[in-house]
């Protein structure tokens, strides 16, 4: 069982910068594949963006692509979502999610992930 856990929520304006972080309570994210998701109220969850277990693979969704950037901090335990030049359509409650696959990639889809963080805020508004 794996426990994720975000940080970094923050009510920003357009165009300014956020970085959140994802962290595992008692262990390490390094083997497992990670996505970050989110959900606007009144709508289903979406894809954000993902990284492979190892790194070498990212996806983001076209509404991020050149905005969001993911990321593994060097000590292995947590992975970052720095999205810059945000916008007020991305707010949301964003998710991390955590795939125990073998498989080293950067996977898109909600089911594909096993286990789920609580969510952190992120609001947009000037």
């Known amino acids: 069982q794996v426990q994720l856990r975000e940080s970094g929520s923050g009510l920003v304006q357009p165009g300014d910068s956020l970085r959140l972080s994802c962290a595992a309570s008692?262990?390490?994210?390094?083997?497992?594949?990670m996505g970050w998701f989110r959900q606007a109220p009144g709508k289903e969850r979406e894809f954000v963006a993902a990284?492979?277990?190892?790194?070498?693979?990212?996806d983001y969704a076209d509404a991020v692509m050149g905005r969001f950037t993911v990321s593994r901090g060097d000590s292995k335990n947590t992975v970052y979502l720095q999205m810059n030049s945000l916008k007020p359509e991305d707010t949301a409650v964003y998710y991390c999610?955590?795939?125990?696959?073998?498989?080293?990639?950067?996977?898109?889809?909600?089911?594909?992930?096993?286990?789920w963080g609580q969510g952190t805020q992120v609001t947009v508004s000037s």
């Open positions: 999610a955590a795939n125990s696959g073998s498989r080293d990639h950067s996977f898109t889809k909600s089911y594909e992930y096993d286990y």
């Open positions: 990284i492979s277990w190892s790194g070498t693979f990212t």
């Open positions: 008692e262990q390490t994210l390094s083997a497992y594949n």
